[in-house]
């Protein structure tokens, strides 16, 4: 039983790394030959069905078992397998149903509907109808007694999980005794002692064995040679072959080349060192003089070496302290120098943990003692927990080069939001280091390797998944290009497809990890392949991939099509901008149009049952967004008859400037402030639009000039007309005029009418002709007058009267006599 469980355990603890490849695997798999295996399984199924005999024995098997309540895990487990298979068999024969009742319900259909209430038919027909419906209902009943099965088979399954989960929680929960108490450090010390010496007389046990000693003369050779190769290979192979590709990749010239020495490099940093560990670790079986008290760890080594040159690769890997422009994460190199440190610290900490497990198993110690020895593990693992949550702190803090100075920490994570999951990381990390010593204290041995080391594990697969996806955004990169059109157009969901697929295939990596069962997976998957059942629309995850991936497909297609119009075949026709532009975005949207038909079609989906809700929701769908349906259709309007076009100069709802872009609800407008304005397209269609540049570029301009009374008529009109021209912007046909507008206030005004060749230079051209005749007026010596007027006072004479009137009425000052001196 020792043996079993531990089994368990430690695959379980180490399960997620190998099983990474195998989920991804899987994914590729149901996208090529699902069909196939679906069919093989259903046949095997039916072959090992259970006749009706055994399904009510595992049944009643499994109902007495949980009825006790003293099942085991290992027993729970095996008769889950039992009840699993029965639904399985019970599963196949719902979902092919019965050929015999489908015939009968064939034969049913071809009688026509039944009779309604009140109504007859011909007798031979009613007893054919009859004969039919008995004969159908016995075709069916293997069928109704499978659902009965299914149904009961699901029941105990939960039942059965239930149970398991709640005792696997009572395990996690168990209280060992507190390393707290000075007593239990000298009981574990002396039990550690007893099983050194209990390891020294196996030892000396195996060696003094004469089949031992024969075997080790034959072999000794041999494994010092494996000894000696593993040392080499790891002293000296490996840095020879890491710092010549490291060269190599420094001095490459070129994207692709840099990108071959790399990569090559990468691979070389796991394959050299995993060559050399395996060679080493194979020495102590082929000696096989291992005693019986670590024989599980022994078995373990080949796992162990691997954890520590997983560890190796993946703190190269992520941090690249040599290479940084290959660095997966933005850190310095005083940082990524740390950062391969306590990767490589974080490695050890899980072989320990795992030896220290396997020893529990090979021995037979005390709670107390393994509570005591877990206390150096929980601490060692918090300590380097703790202090990489301080360098991805330090990491995310540093000052990116790009980045202002005065850019707040707000924004540098809008732009930069892997910060703030690193962030996120830490702070768990933080809890987690701070949590599980305290917990370990107390007792909880279980619970605070539940929270140290698969928090570890999880560090190290998403560095795995963070290395796959640059990975599969090179080879993308490169077989997709990198032009501008294809980043903005196809391009751009490439980095959220990707993420969204490894994501998928993390996910059982991750609930591994954190505890979960293989059966828990198991039943994960059967709901997202069965699918769930929504009126006649079956949602599942094969019939999801297949519509995402067709429509990608169908999008791809469409850009590149798009990206085909535009640069190589509209250059070379005679359609302007505005009808090349026009062109490609219509058939991006009968693109988009036909790939999500075909997309729902290839999945499979029936939409039919919808129509009567979608009638229903369309009544208030339309009230709610007549807006935007009266803006949509205006776009297909405007992109069809084409009033307007990009680089059009108009005027509408009071804003002038360019077309820039005639989307599907609104029109953007660069006014001549290089402002952008968003008129809705439906204001462009119900509404008065002066468009200058639809027919032709041509435009008409006036220009107002005002000379002096009495100046030379004929001479200012010569200036103007051949100030009219002499510019080249200018049309000479139709021949500029000069007209006699009026006899005005304070001048003689005059207009000068042109045509333009290009409107849009309306306001350069003016300038250039007032430039011209005001300079010529001045050497022609005509005068441009200013404003004057004649300023009548009535009553005159009055006002002067009573002026003088006033200035006589007032009396004369005293004169100051001035004494005589006698």
């Given at each position: 039983m020792r043996e079993r469980r531990f089994g368990s355990d430690t695959v379980n603890s180490f399960r997620p790394f190998s099983l990474l490849v195998a989920v991804l695997c899987l994914l590729c798999l149901t996208l090529s030959g699902a069909p196939a295996i679906a069919?093989?399984?259903?046949?095997?199924?039916?072959?090992?069905?259970?006749?009706?005999?055994?399904?009510?024995?595992?049944?009643?098997?499994?109902?007495?078992?949980?009825?006790?309540?003293?099942?085991?895990?290992?027993?729970?487990?095996?008769?889950?397998?039992?009840?699993?298979?029965?639904?399985?068999?019970?599963?196949?024969?719902?979902?092919?149903?019965?050929?015999?009742?489908?015939?009968?319900?064939?034969?049913?259909?071809?009688?026509?509907?039944?009779?309604?209430?009140?109504?007859?038919?011909?007798?031979?027909?009613?007893?054919?109808?009859?004969?039919?419906?008995?004969?159908?209902?016995?075709?069916?009943?293997?069928?109704?007694?499978?659902?009965?099965?299914?149904?009961?088979?699901?029941?105990?399954?939960?039942?059965?999980?239930?149970?398991?989960?709640?005792?696997?929680?009572?395990?996690?929960?168990?209280?060992?005794?507190?390393?707290?108490?000075?007593?239990?450090?000298?009981?574990?010390?002396?039990?550690?002692?007893?099983?050194?010496?209990?390891?020294?007389?196996?030892?000396?046990?195996?060696?003094?064995?004469?089949?031992?000693?024969?075997?080790?003369?034959?072999?000794?050779?041999?494994?010092?040679?494996?000894?000696?190769?593993?040392?080499?290979?790891?002293?000296?192979?490996?840095?020879?072959?890491?710092?010549?590709?490291?060269?190599?990749?420094?001095?490459?010239?070129?994207?692709?080349?840099?990108?071959?020495?790399?990569?090559?490099?990468?691979?070389?940093?796991?394959?050299?060192?995993?060559?050399?560990?395996?060679?080493?670790?194979?020495?102590?079986?082929?000696?096989?003089?291992?005693?019986?008290?670590?024989?599980?760890?022994?078995?373990?080594?080949?796992?162990?070496?691997?954890?520590?040159?997983?560890a190796h690769w993946l703190g190269h890997t992520l941090f690249s302290p040599q290479e940084p422009s290959n660095r997966l994460l933005p850190f310095d190199d005083r940082l990524a120098r740390r950062g391969v440190r306590l990767c490589h610290w974080l490695g050890v900490v899980l072989a320990l943990d795992m030896t220290m497990k396997a020893q529990s198993y090979d021995y037979d110690f005390q709670e107390l003692t393994l509570s005591v020895m877990s206390v150096p593990v929980i601490f060692i693992a918090s300590t380097m927990l703790w202090r990489f949550a301080v360098l991805l702190r330090q990491g995310t803090e540093t000052e990116r080069p790009d980045s202002d100075a005065s850019t707040d920490t707000q924004e540098q994570e809008e732009h930069h939001p892997e910060q703030s999951f690193l962030r996120f990381i830490a702070t768990l990390m933080r809890v987690s280091a701070v949590v599980a010593p305290v917990v370990v204290l107390l007792g909880y041995v279980n619970l605070s390797r539940q929270m140290a080391v698969p928090l570890i594990m999880t560090m190290a697969e998403l560095g795995i998944a963070l290395f796959l996806y640059r990975l599969v955004m090179i080879v993308l990169d490169a077989l997709v290009g990198k032009d501008g059109d294809s980043r903005e157009g196809s391009t751009s969901l490439l980095p959220i497809i990707v993420i969204f697929f490894l994501s998928l295939a993390m996910l059982p990596v991750l609930a591994l990890t954190w505890g979960a069962r293989l059966t828990d997976i198991a039943e994960a998957w059967r709901l997202l392949t069965s699918g769930v059942q929504l009126g006649d629309i079956n949602l599942s995850l094969d019939s999801i991939i297949m519509l995402v991936v067709v429509f990608a497909s169908g999008l791809l297609i469409t850009r590149w099509a798009q990206r085909l119009l535009r640069t190589s075949v509209l250059p070379r026709t005679r359609l302007d901008t505005g009808a090349r532009t026009a062109l490609v975005t219509g058939v991006g949207y009968l693109g988009i149009t036909l790939a999500a038909l075909v997309a729902v079609s290839s999945a499979g989906l029936n939409l039919a049952s919808l129509a009567v809700v979608a009638g229903a929701l369309s009544v208030g769908i339309g009230f709610g967004l007549q807006t935007i349906v009266s803006n949509f259709v205006s776009g297909i309007i405007l992109l069809i008859e084409r009033p307007i076009k990009e680089g059009d100069w108009i005027e509408v709802s009071?804003?002038?400037?360019?077309?820039?872009?005639?989307?599907?609800?609104?029109?953007?407008?660069?006014?001549?402030?290089?402002?952008?304005?968003?008129?809705?397209?439906?204001?462009?269609?119900?509404?008065?639009?002066?468009?200058?540049?639809?027919?032709?570029?041509?435009?008409?301009?006036?220009?107002?000039?005002?000379?002096?009374?009495?100046?030379?008529?004929?001479?200012?009109?010569?200036?103007?007309?051949?100030?009219?021209?002499?510019?080249?912007?200018?049309?000479?046909?139709?021949?500029?005029?000069?007209?006699?507008?009026?006899?005005?206030?304070?001048?003689?005004?005059?207009?000068?009418?042109?045509?333009?060749?290009?409107?849009?230079?309306?306001?350069?051209v003016k300038s250039d002709l007032l430039f011209y005749v005001y300079a010529e007026l001045n050497n022609a010596g005509v005068e441009i007058p200013f404003p004057q007027r004649d300023l009548h006072l009535r009553d005159i004479d009055r006002l002067v009267a009573a002026i003088e009137q006033r200035g006589s009425a007032q009396p004369e000052p005293a004169r100051r006599e001035t004494p005589v001196d006698a």
């Open positions: 069919e093989e399984t259903a046949a095997a199924v039916s072959q090992a069905s259970p006749d009706r005999a055994q399904q009510e024995a595992i049944v009643q098997e499994t109902q007495t078992l949980l009825d006790s309540g003293t099942a085991t895990v290992e027993q729970l487990n095996a008769q889950r397998a039992d009840v699993v298979r029965l639904r399985d068999a019970a599963t196949n024969l719902v979902q092919g149903g019965s050929v015999e009742a489908r015939v009968m319900q064939a034969q049913l259909d071809s009688l026509g509907p039944a009779p309604a209430e009140g109504e007859t038919e011909a007798e031979d027909i009613a007893a054919r109808r009859a004969e039919l419906e008995n004969r159908l209902a016995q075709a069916n009943e293997p069928v109704r007694r499978a659902r009965e099965t299914l149904k009961r088979a699901d029941f105990l399954i939960r039942e059965i999980d239930s149970q398991i989960r709640k005792q696997e929680a009572l395990k996690l929960l168990k209280r060992f005794p507190s390393p707290l108490v000075p007593t239990h450090w000298a009981e574990a010390g002396a039990e550690l002692l007893t099983y050194v010496s209990v390891l020294g007389s196996e030892f000396e046990g195996n060696l003094q064995s004469e089949a031992k000693r024969a075997h080790l003369e034959a072999v000794y050779l041999q494994a010092l040679l494996l000894a000696v190769a593993g040392l080499l290979v790891l002293i000296v192979v490996q840095p020879r072959a890491v710092n010549r590709l490291e060269d190599a990749a420094s001095r490459a010239v070129g994207l692709s080349r840099r990108w071959f020495f790399s990569t090559l490099l990468n691979l070389m940093r796991f394959l050299l060192p995993a060559l050399g560990a395996l060679m080493l670790v194979q020495v102590v079986p082929l000696l096989d003089v291992t005693p019986a008290s670590l024989s599980t760890t022994v078995t373990l080594l080949p796992v162990l070496a691997l954890i520590i040159v997983v009071g804003y002038a400037g360019y077309v820039r872009k005639i989307s599907v609800r609104s029109t953007r407008i660069e006014t001549f402030d290089s402002h952008d304005v968003i008129v809705p397209n439906s204001d462009l269609i119900a509404g008065v639009v002066k468009n200058m540049t639809l027919s032709s570029k041509m435009g008409r301009l006036i220009l107002p000039v005002g000379v002096a009374y009495g100046s030379d008529l004929e001479k200012t009109k010569e200036i103007l007309l051949e100030a009219a021209r002499s510019h080249n912007g200018i049309r000479a046909y139709p021949v500029p005029q000069v007209l006699f507008m009026g006899l005005g206030d304070s001048s003689l005004d005059f207009e000068l009418r042109c045509f333009l060749k290009d409107i849009g230079e309306v306001m350069a």
